[in-house]
């Protein structure tokens, strides 16, 4: 290639990548990136809110209520979803350790009440079993405390599932435990 066709192509490629650059920019693709790290972030915080800033014997409490209230025939069976305007009065009846956690949806059934956190392709959130069913996990189960199991669907193939729950945890918490002692 001679220096004219050269200088021609490299100025054709130049304007090339700021036209990619630009309609880049103006398209939904970085929107699409920044909504799916977003997503991310949101249920990191929602996790560590739940496994490490929560009051886990609150959460149980208040599950157990809901199971009681649907045994007795004050609450309903069935699925509670808090997405429309319907589910904001809903949302608002719920117990407040409940709703600090920021339920998406609840399911409460004869055999356990389910809180989650997160649903769609991917879900996360609480499992409290009946006191007269017998509880039961897998490998992407983690008893927090005595009847209040922690789900995440997304860790069935994780080797060690305690190890990676305790990677979430703050390293502020660290910090704030090593000044108290």
């Not at 100025?11 to 693709?29: E, F, G, H």
């Not at 789900?151 to 435990?177: A, G, M, V």
Request: hydrophobic share 40%; aromatic share 10%.
């Amino acid at each position: 290639m001679n220096k004219k066709k050269k200088r021609i192509f490299v100025i054709c490629m130049i304007i090339l990548a700021l036209s990619l650059a630009v309609l880049l920019l103006k398209s939904p693709v970085p929107h699409i990136i920044k909504s799916v790290f977003g997503i991310s972030r949101q249920i990191k915080r929602k996790k560590v809110k739940l496994l490490f800033e929560s009051n886990h014997e609150e959460l149980l409490l208040a599950c157990r209520k809901m199971l009681l209230e649907a045994e007795d025939g004050k609450r309903d069976y069935g699925e509670l979803w808090f997405g429309d305007e319907e589910g904001k009065k809903l949302f608002e009846c719920l117990p407040e350790p409940l709703k600090n956690i920021e339920p998406v949806y609840i399911v409460i059934s004869h055999e356990s009440i389910m809180v989650a956190l997160w649903g769609g392709m991917y879900h996360m959130g609480l499992i409290v079993f009946s006191e007269d069913f017998p509880a039961w996990g897998d490998k992407c189960h983690k008893e927090l405390i005595e009847g209040l199991w922690y789900y995440d669907d997304r860790h069935k193939n994780t080797p060690n599932f305690e190890e990676y729950i305790e990677s979430l945890r703050p390293k502020y918490k660290e910090i704030n435990n090593k000044a108290n002692k």
